[in-house]
């Protein structure tokens, strides 16, 4: 899970600038780095590419939903096996292996175990997080910027609700 997690957030809105940019090309361009980030997913093929945008894209868009119909195209063109192991017991694995077939076996892992729709987006700033609440309720990516690169979403959110309804008060 943690592996498609990393793939999405290679479109980020970054707080100072809130201008998105792409970090897929310099990773894939980079092997090192791709297997470092992605170590069950194949280097990015020739001919993959566009395809690749278009599935990160269309995984961000089925974030939170328990069985997106947008991804059984995916997979009509993508097809994945379940294989036995141990740990998990089942892994699926894709029937023609490369970056896209190798992401979409993550998925459907992520989906076979329950763990898909607790992968969302911050509505804020659009970055992918797991939610580990016991309710799967978390919105934004963080209430706090812990981390110099973090985002406060949640605090700025409420600090934004808040203002609103003291202007309609006093209006």
Same mark, same amino acid.
């Given at each position: 899970?943690?592996?498609?997690?990393?793939?999405?957030?290679?479109?980020?809105? &970054?707080?100072?600038?809130?201008?998105?940019? %792409? =970090? $897929?090309?310099?990773?894939?361009? +980079?092997? #090192?780095?791709? /297997?470092?980030?992605?170590?069950?997913?194949?280097?990015?093929?020739?001919?993959?590419?566009?395809?690749?945008?278009?599935?990160?894209?269309?995984?961000?868009?089925?974030?939170?939903?328990?069985?997106?119909?947008?991804?059984?195209?995916?997979?009509?063109?993508?097809?994945?096996?379940?294989?036995?192991?141990?740990?998990?017991?089942?892994?699926?694995? &894709?029937?023609?292996?490369?970056?896209?077939? %190798? =992401? $979409?076996?993550?998925?459907?892992? +992520?989906? #076979?175990?329950? /763990?898909?729709?607790?992968?969302?987006?911050?509505?804020?700033?659009?970055?992918?997080?797991?939610?580990?609440?016991?309710?799967?309720?978390?919105?934004?990516?963080?209430?706090?910027?812990?981390?110099?690169?973090?985002?406060?979403?949640?605090?700025?959110?409420?600090?934004?609700?808040?203002?609103?309804?003291?202007?309609?008060?006093?209006?």
């Amino acid at each position: 899970m943690e592996q498609v997690r990393t793939f999405l957030n290679t479109w980020r809105l &970054p707080n100072d600038t809130r201008t998105p940019e %792409d =970090l $897929l090309p310099g990773l894939a361009g +980079a092997e #090192a780095s791709w /297997r470092a980030a992605l170590p069950d997913v194949a280097p990015v093929g020739a001919g993959e590419w566009e395809e690749l945008l278009r599935l990160r894209a269309d995984l961000r868009d089925a974030l939170g939903e328990h069985a997106p119909d947008g991804l059984r195209g995916w997979l009509a063109r993508h097809p994945v096996v379940a294989a036995l192991g141990d740990d998990p017991p089942v892994r699926h694995r &894709p029937q023609h292996p490369g970056a896209v077939g %190798d =992401l $979409l076996a993550l998925v459907v892992d +992520a989906m #076979a175990y329950g /763990r898909w729709p607790r992968l969302k987006a911050c509505p804020d700033c659009r970055h992918v997080f797991y939610d580990h609440s016991r309710n799967r309720s978390r919105t934004w990516c963080g209430m706090y910027a812990e981390r110099p690169e973090g985002r406060a979403c949640g605090s700025i959110a409420k600090v934004r609700t808040y203002r609103k309804r003291k202007r309609e008060q006093a209006a």
